[in-house]
């Protein structure tokens, strides 16, 4: 795996930023360390825009969409480019994967899944050009030719997170790119890797100049994208917090926006299902990227009888997960992302002891490791709704297991959240957990486990965001509907629906 590492950052322009379709030197020579956080080492630098790097890169995407050919092309035309991102993202499989596992810590062979899944959803808004209603007909009141024409919304920027980016890009850059957008992306500072690496895609697969915009910079320098009038739609994960900013923002100018943002998503585990079967689905997700999911089902909720079962065998499983070198074959859960995320969680393990939580295991960081950004996974039994670490995310493998006396109990305790972002019923009745799920407050419930779908749509309900991503859902937020009335179907239409 050594080898594999030292080739992640082996990226051509590390130095530059990818403006209008090119590699150009930055306003200045400043750069970003990106951390390994799994030895505290610096592993590459990247450059860092500053606030008239953003602004040539607005200019590039507006131009790009004001004057260039991109959204005059058709659906079935960009959806080539598509494709091409698709299969460039492929043939780098290693290398993304192994650009996360350095920047982030993820367990390598996990990460070898991530660019297939990305590309498979590149290739999924592809297959949308052929069945997508961009234009609807219709018989208009005063007996003319009425049209529903879905038309681009304009420059996209896309805000990216530091957790999973290559996940995180693609069901923003593909719709947008389907639609006929144009698009500055904006990288996450502690983890740039991927969005260089997706840029030199583009620029090999000759993308039109200025269609896609890749660069890294810090917050305030992101705030000026929010803020620019020439950039007509954000698309943000992150932080609620951060959302929140965002919004306000866009409010004043009534530009359009979507927010993915956080959560603190609740597993209900019903009398009828094994305490056992759940306690091992639900560990391996607690560990899965270090905990470091907005939607990850942090908050479980169990039979008040079955409370102590239900924690003897999660802290057993969680007991058993191996934490270490994401390099390692037999590594089950890596480190956090940076040193501040490791002080978050360390700060609220200690208000969770301080409440009067039960810590049922973990709580510290592993003592067969002496550097890198580590923590054990933690378990707390007995905790309230009302404890903070049972309302708060804090984005680590801290599970918070809560007793309830009957399911509807147990379902206002769930919904007793300022988040919904994600949830899970887990019992052997089909029946009983579609009626709790329907009762969640929550943008996706699963059925025995973490099961999501960006094939259909991914969203949270109150704090956790606004709008959708994945699927057919996705794509509405990077256009704009035009009403036409005619007196009559024109020519070329009419062509375009026989060609």
Known sequence: MGIIADQAFRLRHRDKIFVGGDWVSPST?????????????????????????????????????????????????????????????????EQFAAIQSSQMGIPFRQSLAVAPWTADLYDYYADRAEDY??????????????????????????????NGPMTLIAPKLAPALLAGCTVIVKASPEA????????????????????????????????????????????????????????????????????ELGGKSAAVILDDYDMATAATALAAEGARMTGQVCAALT?????????????????????????????????????????????IVERYIAIGKQQGAKLAAGGGRPEHIN????????????????????????????????????????????????????GAV???????????????????????GFRADFGIAFGGFKQSGLGREGGREGIHPYLEMKTMILDREPEALSKSATS
């Open 29 to 93: 020579s400043a750069l970003i360390d990106v951390i390994n956080p799994s030895n505290e080492e610096i592993v590459v630098q990247v450059a860092e825009a500053q606030a008239s790097d953003m602004d040539r890169a607005v200019a590039a995407a507006r131009a790009a969409f004001d004057e260039g050919p991109w959204p005059r092309l058709t659906h079935a035309e960009r959806a080539m480019y598509l494709r091409a991102i698709a299969n460039g993202i492929r043939s780098r499989r």
């Open 133 to 162: 209603p961009f234009i609807e007909r219709h018989k208009a009141a005063d007996g003319g030719f009425g049209l529903l024409v879905r038309e681009p919304v304009g420059v996209v920027g896309a805000i990216i997170p530091w």
């Open 192 to 259: 740039p890797g991927e969005a260089y690496c997706l840029a030199e895609i583009i620029e090999e697969i000759g993308l039109p100049a200025g269609v896609v915009n890749i660069v890294t910079a810090h917050r305030a320098v992101s705030e000026l994208l929010v803020r620019d009038p020439r950039v007509d739609k954000i698309s943000f994960t992150g932080s609620s917090s951060a959302g929140k900013k965002i919004a306000s923002i866009m409010g004043e100018r009534i530009g359009r926006f979507t927010l």
């Open 299 to 343: 908050r479980i909720i169990v039979p008040r009888k079955r409370h102590d079962d239900f924690i003897e065998a999660l802290t057993n499983a969680f007991a058993a997960t191996k934490v270490g070198d994401p390099f390692d074959p037999e590594t089950e859960m890596g480190p956090l992302a940076t040193s501040r995320q490791r002080d």
């Open 371 to 422: 550097r890198g950004f580590f923590v054990e996974p933690t378990v707390f039994a007995n905790v309230e709704n009302s404890h903070t670490i049972a309302q708060e995310e804090i984005f680590g493998p801290v599970l918070s297991v809560i007793p309830a006396d009957d399911d509807r109990h147990a379902i206002s305790i769930a919904n007793d959240s300022v988040y919904g972002l994600n």
């Open 426 to 448: 887990f019992s052997k009745d089909i029946e009983r957990s579609y009626n709790v799920a329907r009762q969640l407050r929550s943008g996706t419930v699963g059925h025995n």
